[in-house]
């Protein structure tokens, strides 16, 4: 593709993700920018204990993780993880998407079951005869309420604990990335959850430039990553023009060149 025909995307996942992020919207095309605007940090809650003790007791019928995070912060936090995997794989083990899948079966996890739609509310639809299952959840402290809600209301037994906080790091990147926005230098933003979208707009609010990126964003194209994310970007008067089937980054910059955004 012709350099001066390449569409500007802005990646705006964590550091850890922004390398293998940015090597593949290039090889789909598109040039990038990038700028964190969350990051992720463990955490150890009051359920974890009980987490762990459930599991190397065999009381969880199911085990759910809802990211590759997830999987990672778990195992970081156990003394003994080769026995706790162990018995987990003495559970029924379901990973939100392929990502989490990967990240446990590299770890030795047996999963029995990826839902078609990656999102809690696709794991809640494909979940059936749970009522009185006893189901154990690992996932962030911002997780959307619509799992626990779902499953409990389909008569499960839902235990969460969160083993790691997403937060908003503090990078020089932020104010390029505002800078490139306000003067109309990125075509495509990629929004990949709800949190990505506040610290963006609190970041922009605080360089005074708010209401003139959200004109901006709507003027541009604007994805996302799940109904959630939409909603609040919706919630800040942004209009998402695209929306991927399947809620994987990949699926995302495939539907925008589908598009041709």
């Given at each position: 593709?012709?350099?001066?025909t390449?569409?500007v995307l802005?990646i ?23 700028a964190p605007m969350?990051?992720?940090v463990d955490?150890?809650?009051?359920s ?11 009381e ?8 590759a995070?997830?999987?990672?912060f778990t195992?970081?936090k ?5 026995y ?8 029924q083990v379901v990973?939100v ?8 079966v590299?770890n030795?996890i047996?999963?029995i079951?990826v ?6 509310v696709?794991?809640?639809e ?6 009185g299952?006893?189901i ?5 402290s911002?997780?959307?309420p619509?799992?626990?809600?779902g ?16 937060i908003?790091p503090r990078?020089e ?12 230098e990125?075509d495509i933003f990629?929004f990949t ?5 506040r610290n ?8 005074g430039v ?17 109904k959630p ?14 929306m ?6 990949e ?8 598009q041709?955004?």
């Amino acid at each position: 593709m012709n350099t001066k025909t390449q569409k500007v995307l802005a990646i705006m996942r964590p550091a850890g993700y922004l390398i293998e992020s940015a090597r593949l919207a290039r090889s789909l095309g598109f040039k990038t920018i990038t700028a964190p605007m969350i990051d992720v940090v463990d955490k150890k809650d009051s359920s974890f204990d009980g987490f762990v003790n459930r599991i190397m007791e065999g009381e969880s019928d199911y085990v759910i993780f809802t990211s590759a995070n997830g999987v990672e912060f778990t195992l970081l936090k156990l003394i003994e993880p080769d026995y706790f995997i162990e018995q987990l794989n003495r559970t029924q083990v379901v990973a939100v998407g392929p990502k989490t899948r990967d990240a446990l079966v590299k770890n030795g996890i047996r999963v029995i079951f990826v839902p078609e739609t990656y999102s809690s509310v696709g794991l809640v639809e494909s979940l059936d005869d749970v009522k009185g299952a006893v189901i154990d959840i690992a996932r962030s402290s911002h997780g959307a309420p619509e799992l626990v809600d779902g499953l409990r209301k389909k008569g499960a037994i839902v235990f969460e604990t969160q083993v790691y906080d997403i937060i908003m790091p503090r990078d020089e990147r932020h104010m390029e990335l505002m800078e490139k926005s306000v003067a109309g230098e990125i075509d495509i933003f990629a929004f990949t959850s709800s949190m990505m979208v506040r610290n963006f707009m609190a970041i922009a609010d605080e360089m005074g430039v708010r209401d003139d990126v959200i004109r901006i964003l709507n003027e541009k194209t604007v994805a996302a990553i799940g109904k959630p994310t939409a909603g609040t970007l919706g919630g800040f008067g942004v209009n998402v023009k695209v929306m991927p089937g399947k809620y994987t980054f990949e699926e995302l910059l495939l539907e925008c060149k589908k598009q041709d955004c």
